[in-house]
């Protein structure tokens, strides 16, 4: 029996599914963003397999770790990625890995979210497709409201009347 976690629920707050590509990362940028205008949490989600998990330090030839093991590389991974990300300090961030497909893992996870966020695409191989298997999956099938982050979209700020910014393009 291993301990890894397996299911992810949030009450509240945006998930941000990250697979660790470039997408993920505008993704997490844009997600910040309205994070911080919201003042709402940003739960960020790596769903993983030990195929899609960087390889962990106890890894040797010959010697396959614990998937504990794995869970913490993937999980010291993302959050080097929301460091990276450079996001106001006033934003509260939660990271998340759950060893479960990532569409699976999303769907759970954004079960009570008010909002999920993911890039258009990951880092599957069909590079001709505007949306990768994983985003589509999620248009279709998840329980809250979607925004995908096309990948060099602008960012920029949409102006309410009054000054503030409400919303990106």
């Avoid at 699976?104 to 890039?119: D, E, K």
């Amino acid at each position: 029996m291993n301990d890894v976690c397996e299911v992810v629920r949030v009450e509240g707050g945006i998930v941000v599914g990250h697979d660790g590509s470039r997408s993920a990362q505008e993704a997490l940028s844009w997600a910040g963003r309205l994070a911080c205008r919201a003042d709402i949490e940003l739960h960020v989600v790596r769903a993983w397999a030990m195929m899609t998990a960087p390889q962990p330090s106890s890894w040797t030839p010959g010697y396959v770790p614990p998937l504990r093991d794995w869970e913490k590389a993937v999980h010291d991974e993302l959050t080097a990625h929301v460091k990276a990300a450079g996001l106001d300090p006033s934003v509260r961030v939660t990271c998340h890995v759950v060893h479960k497909a990532p569409a699976q893992g999303l769907m759970a996870a954004a079960q009570g979210a008010n909002l999920l966020v993911m890039g258009a695409r990951g880092r599957g191989g069909f590079r001709g497709l505007l949306l990768g298997s994983v985003s589509d999956q999620l248009v279709h099938h998840a329980p809250c409201p979607v925004t995908v982050v096309r990948t060099g979209a602008t960012g920029r700020e949409i102006e309410a009347p009054a000054g503030r910014a409400v919303a990106t393009e």
